[in-house]
């Protein structure tokens, strides 16, 4: 991804997040099966990380180990989107 670094099991605030760029803010959600009964913890998980700033992107299990490169692409976009703003 370029220059940009990412942290593996990165903490903000009381929340652990799968994958974080810092620098950029931004957040990537790798989501199995047990985020389909927990919605309303994911969701006040989420209003905290945008408050502080932080953008997320969220993939499901299956898409990250099917569609490799179409999550990449997904990531790359937004990494570029900010880049421009």
Not at 61 to 67: D, I, L, P, T
Request: with cysteine; proline share 1%; charged share 30%.
């Amino acid at each position: 991804m370029g220059d940009v670094h990412f942290r593996n099991q990165h903490a903000i605030g009381n929340y652990i997040v799968d994958f974080c760029a810092p620098r950029k803010k931004l957040i990537i959600e790798l989501d199995g099966s047990q985020h389909l009964e927990q919605k309303e913890y994911d969701e006040e998980r989420s209003v905290f990380l945008k408050s502080k700033g932080y953008r997320i992107l969220r993939f499901w299990n299956h898409e990250v180990m099917n569609n490799t490169d179409s999550v990449l692409t997904v990531i790359w976009d937004s990494l570029k989107e900010q880049n421009e703003t």
